[in-house]
């Protein structure tokens, strides 16, 4: 889940929000509900600012699976 890859690695949801613009509830819901289905559009953005932020690259699988890049 991308709320146990945030905790990891010490990112702040509030990071997300001012990075991308979006609403403070959808990235809530983004990062708590394994339910959530984000737009392709929505993942690239995440992914973007994810790798950028961490400086490395971070894959689908990692963020919100849970697995080793």
């Given at each position: ?13 509030v ?33 973007a ?21």
């Amino acid at each position: 889940m991308l709320r146990t890859f945030l905790d990891a690695n010490e990112v702040k949801q509030v990071e997300v929000v001012k990075a991308t613009g979006w609403d403070a509830s959808n990235v809530n819901r983004l990062a708590n509900d394994p339910g959530a289905n984000p737009t392709r559009e929505t993942i690239e953005t995440l992914l973007a600012f994810l790798s950028k932020r961490l400086g490395r690259p971070v894959t689908y699988e990692e963020a919100f699976n849970g697995k080793e890049a």
